[in-house]
Each structure stands twice: as C-alpha cells, then as structure tokens.
C-alpha cells in the first residue's frame, strides 16, 4: 500500500512538471515489429563488437553524474539501449516491454540501461510511468551518443512536422539540436568493450524481449 501511494505521488508530481514544460508520453501504443532474425544482430552504424567504447559521463534520472566505467565496474555486463526519447511511442512499446522482462535479465546477471537525450525530468517520467527497475540515463549533451556513434540529426522540416504532433524536441531535450539515437542496443562487458551490437535501421522495428535473451544464452558459443 505505501509503494502505491509513493508511486501515485511520484506520478503526480511528474505530471504537473510535464505539463509545466509541455511534455507528455504518448497516450497511445503502436504494434512494434520484431526485426527479423536475417537482421538481428546488425549494425551499419554504432560501434562494432570487438571495439572498446570510450568512457562518458552523464545523468541519470535524478540528475546525477554517472559514467560508463563506473556502471561497468558495478553492473556488467550492461545491455545499453539506446532509444528517440520519451516522446516517441515506439520507444514507449519497447520500454514497457523491457522493464515487464527485468527477472529474465536479472537471472542472467545483465542489466540494461537506457539511454536517450531527454532531460532528467522526462527521463525520471518515464522511469515512473513503467517503473523501470534498471538505470534511464540522460543525455541530451550527446556524450553516450557520440561514444556509441549512434547520432541522428532530425532535419528542421521533419522537426516542425512532429511539433504538428505536439512533440517539440527542444522541450525534451532541453537543447536547441534536433539529434536524437538511433535505437540502438550493444552488450558490454566490464571492460567497455562491445561484445554485440544491433542498430535498427526501422525505428517501428526493434528486437524482441526473446531474440535479446536467446542471444544472452548463447552467446560464448
């Protein structure tokens, strides 16, 4: 009973703040494609397996500083998922479905972390919305971004195109740049170095809950 009052606080909260800003998550959730199996595991962008990524610091939901070494060394192997922002429902789907599969992660001693370059505040919304029991990084700086090499940049046109739809980058992010991730999902272990990487070059198409443990199990094989 206190969790849910806590967590209704929380929400409350968050949603005066969001309203505040004129941000929301979407209301609606799309189907979400599985990438196919030919395509899994693919990456025509992103840093490679084999590669060692160079260490960042960033924010956490609650505005903290975190670095990659720092996660490493306390939580790898690290499963870093990189996704548009809060305001993208596709990304929503995929959120939801990860934070619903945390024990199947748990079990197998990884833990995902999502990045993106929403704010703290949006990051912490969502992180309440889904109760997200692993770390949401902020990053609307682009340093995780630029460290995976998964930067897109959203042109002014497409940019004022979404506004049409009520999301307004700027107030996501905080910053005046429309570059966003490419959804993007890279398996590290301790060191930093990339073990597995996967960009979607379909932002409606994401791996699977399923195809991402089955590649767990097998992996060293």
Same mark, same amino acid.
Request: charged share 25%; with cysteine; aromatic share 8%.
């Given at each position: 009973m206190k969790r849910f009052v806590y967590l209704a606080g929380l929400l409350a909260c968050l949603s005066g703040l969001a309203q505040a800003q004129d941000i929301k998550l979407p209301e609606r959730l799309p189907e979400l494609s599985v990438t196919d199996e030919a395509a899994f595991g693919t990456a025509d962008s992103g840093v490679k397996p084999g590669a060692k990524v160079a260490d960042f610091s960033v924010l956490d939901h609650k505005g903290s500083p975190v670095s990659l070494e720092a996660l490493a060394?306390?939580?790898?192997?690290?499963?870093? +998922?990189?996704?548009? !922002?809060?305001?993208?429902?596709y990304c929503n789907v995929q959120i939801r479905q990860l934070a619903e599969a945390w024990p199947?992660?748990?079990?197998?001693?990884?833990?995902?972390v999502l990045v993106s370059v929403d704010k703290p505040d949006a990051s912490a919304m969502a992180k309440a919305t889904y109760e997200i029991p692993f770390p949401v990084l902020s990053d609307p700086d682009l340093k995780a971004h630029e460290a995976f090499d998964v930067i897109i940049e959203i042109d002014d046109a497409t940019a004022e195109k979404y506004k049409t739809y009520g999301i307004v980058l700027e107030?996501?992010?905080?910053?005046?740049?429309?570059? +966003?991730?490419?959804? !993007?999902?890279?398996?590290?272990?301790?060191?930093?170095?990339?073990?597995?990487?996967?960009?979607?070059?379909?932002?409606?198409?994401?791996p699977s809950v399923e195809q991402l443990l089955n590649m767990l199990d097998n992996r060293g094989q």
């Amino acid at each position: 009973m206190k969790r849910f009052v806590y967590l209704a606080g929380l929400l409350a909260c968050l949603s005066g703040l969001a309203q505040a800003q004129d941000i929301k998550l979407p209301e609606r959730l799309p189907e979400l494609s599985v990438t196919d199996e030919a395509a899994f595991g693919t990456a025509d962008s992103g840093v490679k397996p084999g590669a060692k990524v160079a260490d960042f610091s960033v924010l956490d939901h609650k505005g903290s500083p975190v670095s990659l070494e720092a996660l490493a060394k306390d939580k790898a192997p690290l499963l870093v +998922i990189f996704y548009r !922002g809060g305001w993208c429902p596709y990304c929503n789907v995929q959120i939801r479905q990860l934070a619903e599969a945390w024990p199947e992660f748990e079990k197998r001693g990884v833990t995902p972390v999502l990045v993106s370059v929403d704010k703290p505040d949006a990051s912490a919304m969502a992180k309440a919305t889904y109760e997200i029991p692993f770390p949401v990084l902020s990053d609307p700086d682009l340093k995780a971004h630029e460290a995976f090499d998964v930067i897109i940049e959203i042109d002014d046109a497409t940019a004022e195109k979404y506004k049409t739809y009520g999301i307004v980058l700027e107030d996501w992010s905080g910053r005046d740049h429309h570059k +966003i991730a490419a959804p !993007g999902i890279f398996l590290l272990d301790k060191a930093g170095t990339v073990e597995w990487a996967h960009v979607s070059k379909d932002y409606k198409t994401r791996p699977s809950v399923e195809q991402l443990l089955n590649m767990l199990d097998n992996r060293g094989q």
